[in-house]
């Protein structure tokens, strides 16, 4: 199995990045798919999830109105579109792959490999 996340970068306060993962060797559309990010010095968080068919998501506080999650189960790709990003986005964004909805980081079963997100002020 094979996660591939790619889309970070480099963006002013304000700015917008959309994240996406594909995925391969798993049966996509039988697993919810999460983000989480870490920042230096912090835990892995619960970002945002959204359900096998896509028909659900799940955010954290913190990102509540300002990301998107939306998936392709034909292309077994899923997205974080990120808008009004803010200086405390920064950190290190990973794709997760579980059975069930979750947002504890030792429930997921597959990770990406993590791309960044920096965002200046």
């Known amino acids: 199995v094979q996660l591939q996340a790619s889309g970070g970068g480099l963006v002013q306060a304000g700015g917008s990045l959309r994240l996406s993962c594909v995925a391969s060797?798993?049966?996509?559309?039988?697993?919810?798919m999460g983000w989480f990010r870490q920042a230096p010095g912090k835990e892995r968080e619960f970002v945002a999830g959204i359900t096998h068919g896509g028909s659900s998501t799940y955010y954290a506080d913190s990102v509540k109105g300002r990301f998107t999650a939306s998936r392709d189960n034909a292309k077994n790709t899923v997205y974080l579109q990120m808008n009004n990003l803010k200086p405390e986005d920064t950190a290190v964004y990973y794709c997760?792959?579980?059975?069930?909805?979750?947002?504890?980081?030792?429930?997921?079963?597959?990770w990406g490999q993590g791309t960044q997100v920096t965002v200046s002020s």
């Open positions: 997760a792959a579980t059975r069930s909805v979750n947002t504890t980081p030792s429930q997921y079963h597959y």
């Open positions: 060797g798993l049966t996509f559309s039988r697993y919810y």
